[in-house]
């Protein structure tokens, strides 16, 4: 039986040039900072993908979803492997909600440049590429 990564779709969702994330608990990863996100489903776009993540973990809806880059990310412990395609994307609507308290503690916004530790490792791994985090940071200051 070959086993072959899969791949996971997180949404950086901005706000008042912040982003939003979420502490992980009861999966692998516990305990660290992440965006919203989830698996791609079979026949799903990436864009439906990180709508459909964004307001099953959250409530709030995301609007002008574009692409990001891709992350590589083996969590050798847990023996998992994903490829993570983030999007940026801009808050539209909703009241912020805790929907999966069994697998989110709590949500909240962070300007980019005071991003919690400890991080999710998708998010540890985009954070050592520095093209991609520059887009992000110029996104989050609506400048880009």
Known sequence: MVIRPLIGVAAIVIKDNKVLLGKRKNAHGAGTWAFPGGHLEFNESIEECAKREV????????????????TNDIFREDQK???TLFVISEYD??????????????????FWNELPEPRFL???NLLKQKR??????KSAAGLG
Do not use: D
């Not at 307001?55 to 891709?70: A, D, Q």
């Not at 909703?94 to 909240?108: D, F, I, M, Q």
């Not at 991609?132 to 940071?137: D, F, H």
């Open 81 to 83: 492997h994903y490829v």
């Open 122 to 124: 998708p998010l540890e």
């Open 55 to 70: 307001f099953e973990e959250t409530g709030i809806h995301i609007k002008n979803i574009r692409y990001g880059t891709f």
């Open 132 to 137: 991609a985090c520059l887009q992000i940071k």
């Open 93 to 110: 609507e909703g009241a912020l909600e805790l929907k999966e308290p069994e697998k989110c503690e709590k949500w909240e916004w962070f």
